[in-house]
């Protein structure tokens, strides 16, 4: 669901901080709302599930599957006959799907 509280707080606090134009007011803390609703303010934090191509929603067998299908294309041992700079990106995106499966799996636990 859309989030839409932010527009709305934002449009009255605009209008009542701009007193001598309360409509540019409203304007401007609609637009300042509408960033806060979709999120441009927010500290990107690592998404585990974006990192395996998926959504929160995703269940286990979805995960797992994934989880294989990307460690099968980007292990460093597929590409241990290759360039040092290809090696070291292969080792660095295996990783960071590692650290992600890893943080999947510890999250689902608590659940």
């Known amino acids: 669901m ?3 509280y932010g527009k709305l707080l934002g449009f009255f606090a605009g209008a009542a901080l701009f007193r001598t134009n309360p409509l540019f007011g409203a304007l401007v803390g609609l637009l ?7 999120d441009w303010f927010r500290l990107r934090r ?3 599930y974006a990192a395996l ?7 286990d067998a979805e995960v797992d599957r994934a989880y294989r299908r990307l460690m099968s294309q980007y292990h460093p041992d597929r590409v ?4 040092a700079e290809l090696r070291q990106q ?3 995106k ?3 799907i ?5 943080r999947i799996k510890t999250l689902r636990q608590r659940r």
Do not use: C, M, V
Not at 98 to 102: E, F, I, L, R, V
């Open 2 to 4: 859309k989030r839409w």
């Open 32 to 38: 300042i709302g509408h960033a806060f609703d979709i």
């Open 46 to 48: 690592d998404n585990p």
């Open 53 to 59: 191509g998926l959504t929160s929603d995703a269940t």
């Open 80 to 83: 241990a006959g290759a360039a």
């Open 90 to 92: 292969a080792e660095t």
């Open 94 to 96: 295996a990783r960071e």
């Open 98 to 102: 590692n650290q992600a499966y890893d």
